[in-house]
């Protein structure tokens, strides 16, 4: 049984960033001065009005993650605000995970060593490459030696628990550039890997130029090489799949994401920040909501009224179990069919009898109780999943 009381994770979204990336369509912005205590305040109100509400207050928090944007755009001093008043506003799990995103050439040893002081026990470095040309290509502000050096400060800070962000399927990028990230990014020991396919999303610079035809996406047999070569290297050095993008020593996944791809509860607060909530004691329905997106008029609406709502959503049965499927198969331990069942009242393939095709097809295989995709069932994970909408 789903209680409202059972833990939850909260996101944190700081929206600026030193200079907009050409692929990137998150919401984040670049500002002459960013308002970091005018915007911190906001968060602060914000997380304590939901905290006034019978259905958070009091509720276990099992992660926090500063997402954004660029997390590390924002003191130590400031991001110790929000934890010491979340430890004020909600009980802690015991091994609460709480992650930070920060871009090489945004921190230093100093800031390293502050988030730590502050509560941060997870780093996430944002390196994208280190091959220079790509990372230009790529509209990234920092070196790839501000990399190394980021990686290299986040050990000597004492941050056990980081992860490294790569990018690939870059254009120009060779398989012969990707060993070398891969490499590279391994000498430092990372417990957590996560490797991202570049997509060319609408409304971004990427996008217009692909449609003048000045870029062009990898061809298909090159993509998949890609991920098999990141699948392979990473298994050799016992990074573990765990999801179509993340890799993990056993034990050091990301609690954060996993409880998004659980379907478990998440409060979203800041700029354009999405929450989720389940609705029903079995967990069947839930509620998605999200918060302006302009940092200045979120930054308006909370000072008047705690919060800063735009948009909210009750997902009906029919979604409901789509968002189930398409968000746990992207596990590599997929779904469970029983806690499907427990959940909706009837098995996986008496709503979706494609299943049968994919398991026959080897796109799909089910173990015990378990439904998931096979290996290459996820190099095809994206046309499986319209199939759920
Ligand atoms: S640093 Fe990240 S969030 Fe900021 S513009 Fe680049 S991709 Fe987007």
Partial sequence: MVSEKEGFSLYVHIPYCVSKCPYCDFNSHVVPKIPEDEYNGALIQEMACYAQREDWRGRKLKSIFFGGGTPSTFSPASIG???ERSVSLFTFDRDVEITLEANPGTVDGAHFSGYRSCGVNRISIGAQTFQSRLLKFLGRVHTADESREALKTVHQAGFENFSVD???????QSLADLKADLEEALSFHP???SAYNLTIEEGTPFHREYRQGKIRNLPEEEEIAMAELIGETLSRTGLERYEISNYARPGWHSRHNVNYWRSGDYLGIGAGAHSYKQQQDNGALGCR????K????YMERVLKSGQAVVEREQSDPAKAVAEFMFLGLRMTRGISAQ???RRFGKKPAEFYPQI????EGGLMEQKDERLRLTRRGLLVANSIFVDFV
């Fill in 81 to 83: 605000k929000i934890l």
């Fill in 356 to 359: 049968r095709d994919w398991l």
């Fill in 294 to 297: 302009s940092p200045a008029t």
């Fill in 289 to 292: 909501w999200q918060n302006e």
């Fill in 339 to 341: 806690e499907f069942s």
């Fill in 166 to 172: 790569l990018i690939y399927a870059i254009p120009g």
């Fill in 191 to 193: 417990p957590h890997l």
